[in-house]
């Protein structure tokens, strides 16, 4: 809990960037400590800083992980809202979390929405 602490005063300084923020989510969902994920991300989002294609799809692992239907889908939204629809990582780990739920319909949107598709993605949905 003190590191949460610690990484939550620290987002607040002036000279935090998004890359350090990705940083700690990323190490946050390495190590299991999905919940921080999610509380870490929150935080970034009140201080106004933007998730890019590279936080997004740590944050849909955590959600994923922590079998949070509900979180997902708004990570999701602002995944849309942001215009990381088509990116490549948000787009594959979009099918990984969907297809983890069990929603093939779900799934099978996304992946046919996204341009470019990695044969892990694909592999994963036993397409």
Same mark, same amino acid.
């Given at each position: 809990?003190?590191?949460?602490?610690?990484?939550?005063?620290?987002? &607040?300084?002036?000279?935090?960037?998004?890359?350090?923020?990705?940083?700690? +989510?990323? @190490?946050?969902?390495?190590?299991?400590?999905?919940?921080?994920?999610? &509380?870490?991300?929150? &935080?970034?989002?009140?201080?106004?800083?933007?998730?890019?294609?590279?936080?997004?799809?740590? $944050?849909?692992?955590?959600?994923?992980?922590?079998?949070?239907?509900?979180?997902?889908?708004?990570?999701?939204?602002?995944?849309?809202?942001?215009?990381?629809?088509?990116? +490549?990582? $948000?787009?594959?780990?979009?099918?990984?979390?969907?297809?983890?739920?069990?929603?093939?319909?779900?799934?099978?949107?996304?992946?046919?929405?996204? @341009?470019?598709?990695?044969?892990?993605?694909?592999?994963?949905?036993? @397409?």
């Amino acid at each position: 809990m003190k590191q949460l602490k610690e990484a939550h005063a620290q987002i &607040q300084h002036p000279a935090i960037t998004i890359c350090i923020c990705n940083t700690m +989510i990323k @190490a946050f969902v390495l190590k299991g400590k999905l919940i921080n994920t999610i &509380q870490f991300y929150s &935080q970034m989002l009140e201080n106004g800083l933007y998730p890019d294609n590279y936080t997004l799809p740590y $944050v849909l692992k955590a959600c994923a992980g922590l079998q949070s239907c509900h979180l997902g889908e708004l990570a999701h939204g602002q995944s849309v809202k942001l215009g990381f629809w088509f990116d +490549i990582f $948000v787009g594959n780990t979009l099918i990984a979390r969907y297809s983890s739920f069990g929603n093939v319909r779900a799934t099978r949107c996304i992946f046919d929405e996204i @341009a470019d598709v990695s044969f892990d993605a694909v592999h994963r949905v036993g @397409a």
